[in-house]
């Protein structure tokens, strides 16, 4: 990369699609999303056009807040280097999270990781856009000192030293090539969560199933929570429509107490649930331990991860034996450069890495990370499986690309984190076309 | 309260004290703080002159995105009766701390908290002065069940129910005028942190040391973290002044991995500290746990709790004997409503409350939490003793009143959260009249 090339201009805008109007991604405690994400757009003055995009996911509300704590970054970004940047990337990682006064409104935790998160996002997809590679392949081509460059061990050491990431990394080397051959022909296996939104009705539910069991899919999760006899009923039309031999994953999304989640899957267990998905509050380490205590004679895992705010948290849950599925996001910690330690710590415990997708251009990227984890990290896809949500990709501008309820690798060079421009400027909240109709039309209040 | 009085204006400010030109406040982590906090001021339609003011302390950056954070809430307060939030403030509580998009940006951490903090800071000072009470008063005259009413339980469950709370309430209620007019005599035991910040020389030291003692201080805590030797001749020198029989308290800031934390302290030994505070990340609860074991035999307690998020956190900390000292926070966590479940599961646990204070008014604010404690949960002041720093009282309206090192209980309604007029308008940042002065000097960039 060109030694001189600075980051001249950071912009960050607030994108929002109106998805709350048709129950698209509702679930037991965020019944009205608005799919959202604080959208981070990097440049440089090295005149070769190449930008850097990050987004992060939110669902509506709440997204000035992170565009906030964009602003707040923004000065300790621009005027850098970008080789300063990837040349020692642990060491720029850890100022940007530990900043000696913005560590106080985290630390690393809610809006502060979620706006370091785009723009660490933005920043990858610039690295790998310059290599001219998609990220999984620029990952993929490091080698393990170059990995580890990138990543900051505090807080973790008593859970992975760097010398045990380094074995880790080294184990697979020789090996990387068939994997990625492998994959190129395959891809990755997913799940959809599409079939099964808390606010679908019945009619709805049948209906999807069959289309996607027309599409190939194989697992399929199902939104829980808000009422058992409910859930009772729609776990039986689930299973009647995609059969037995189909996974079926259940998601409470936090509604439970400890005590509740354990009674309401006993319930539940006659579905054969492969996991239940965040049933408790995504801190609590110690009831989900107790959770996956009650529940594995009744052969159900206890998967997290999508809310699990850092990589000290995640660090807990392996050694709590409190999740037994890690589902990793690619926009709630501190970008690629923690999401490799977590990887890397997953692989420590034996515990498989099955990203949380969905959203707003959450499939695109964690595609990436899977990629990665398989090739470099564990080196097999057994129980591993990305999670896939349809919506929205009419507005990404490499979506996802599906083949056999398989992700397949991107090939275009960058992280997949670019929206349409025609989305950037219509969905801009308030002020974009399509929100300035929908309230001209009272279909929303601004 | 009057039926129908009713919330018709929020007003949330951005105030910074330049405490960082000084290095007041310095510790391991936060080197350059400028004391500062969101403040937000509640106002109704009683025409009877009351408003609320709630700040929530922050440490300069980032408090614009706190700010952002409180314009978010605001829609969902502005409009509402008082009495329909103190009626049933647990469900007020949840629909605030759960807002369905909202919550997606915390969930009940970080920057949301912080905000929502601020605005419950002010409705618990209406609440006080529309009862023309010191908030810590207004607790304790309220009977279990008023008290209970105000806590949502949500989460904690498994470790304290609704009914063990009631059983810790009632069983101190038949005592509850004893130890109020106990209070009133001799107040609350405080410690000082004032004469040991990281920024300090040596001579600052012996100096600080000196003045305190000859103002009857028997408690010291001392910052340490960033370099052994130094806190070795620093622990030595603090010694050598107040000698033996006083109580030192020692306070990392999060500096540590788990090993070397232990490994520290086992060095610092010799210099008996009382507590280690924060030693590593404030999200490691296991972490804390192996600490707490590995300087149980040295006789070393774990102190943490300043930067812990929410009561999910605490309640670990609890359930893994991670910590032997809760540092409860007055402007982190959700308000006093969080703050009361804390301190009854603290009671059932056995463990000591001694709140974090200093920064922009905690002093204030907590003394009225740690009489609350001792009057109506925990009936004693053994083990217990408040933070105190010094600086900045110039600008509260109601400042601690400390006597023979103790708190004297406020007398004057309300949650004493306010700072007085002209500091408000001065320090606004960053267009206040001192900030625009020190940038017209050159010391500070705005």
Redesign the interface.
């Known amino acids: 990369m060109a030694v001189n090339t600075k980051i001249v201009n950071i912009e960050v805008k607030d994108i929002r699609f109106p998805t709350s109007l048709e129950g698209h991604g509702s679930d037991a ?6 799919y959202s994400c604080a959208y981070v757009i990097i440049r440089t003055d090295a005149g070769d056009g190449l930008e850097g995009h990050g987004p992060t996911f ?5 997204t ?6 964009v ?2 970054l923004i000065p300790f970004v621009v005027g850098l280097k970008v080789a300063d940047i990837f040349g020692d990337f642990a060491t720029f990682w850890r100022k940007l999270t ?18 370091t998160c785009a723009v660490l996002n933005a920043l990858w997809d610039l690295w790998a856009k310059m290599a001219g590679k998609p990220l999984w392949k620029l990952l993929v081509d490091m080698t393990p000192e170059q990995l580890l460059s990138v990543i900051d061990f ?2 973790i ?2 859970a992975l030293t760097k010398e045990e990431a380094l074995q880790i990394l080294k184990a697979n080397e020789s090996t990387k090539a068939e994997r990625e051959a492998e994959l190129m022909k395959n891809g990755f296996p997913a799940y959809t969560t599409s079939t099964a939104w808390l606010g679908y009705s019945d009619e709805t539910l049948r209906e999807r199933c069959k289309a996607a069991l027309k599409d190939g899919w194989t697992w399929f999760k199902m939104k829980i929570g808000a009422n058992l006899e409910d859930d009772i009923r729609r776990a039986k039309i689930i299973r009647s429509e995609i059969g037995d031999d189909k996974v079926l994953m259940m998601d409470c999304n ?1 509604r439970w ?3 509740q989640a354990i009674d309401w899957m006993k319930r539940l267990a006659e579905f054969k649930p492969y996991w239940i998905e965040e049933p ?8 989900h331990a ?1 959770i996956s205590k009650a529940l594995n004679p009744l052969g159900i895992k206890v998967a997290t991860g999508e ?1 699990c ?2 990589r ?2 995640f ?2 849950f392996l ?2 034996k409190a999740l037994q599925i890690l589902q990793i996001d690619s926009c709630r910690i501190g970008g690629i450069n923690e999401v490799l330690s977590v990887i890397l710590m997953a692989r420590k415990f034996g515990v498989p890495v099955c990203p949380h997708a969905g959203g707003v251009l959450l499939c695109e990227l964690v595609h990436h990370l899977s990629m990665f984890d398989y090739v470099c990290v564990s080196g097999t896809k057994e129980g591993r499986v990305i999670e896939y949500v349809d919506h929205l990709r009419e507005h990404f501008k490499y979506p996802s690309i599906i083949k056999n309820a398989s992700y397949m690798p991107q090939k275009i060079p960058g992280y997949s984190t670019e929206l349409k421009k025609a989305s950037l400027e219509d969905y801009v909240y308030p002020e974009g076309r399509i929100w300035q109709q929908l309230a001209k039309e009272g279909k929303v209040k601004l």
Chains 1, 2 share one sequence.
């Open positions: 405690m965020h019944t009205d999303p608005d939110t669902i509506g509300r709440g000035e807040v992170v565009v906030a704590g602003k707040a530990s900043e000696s006064q913005l560590r106080w409104i985290g630390p690393e935790k809610g809006v502060i990781s979620l706006a505090r807080y050491t008593d936090q107490e400890v005590s408790i509050s995504p801190d609590d380490v110690l009831g107790a809310q705010q850092n000290v948290m660090k807990q050694q709590a």
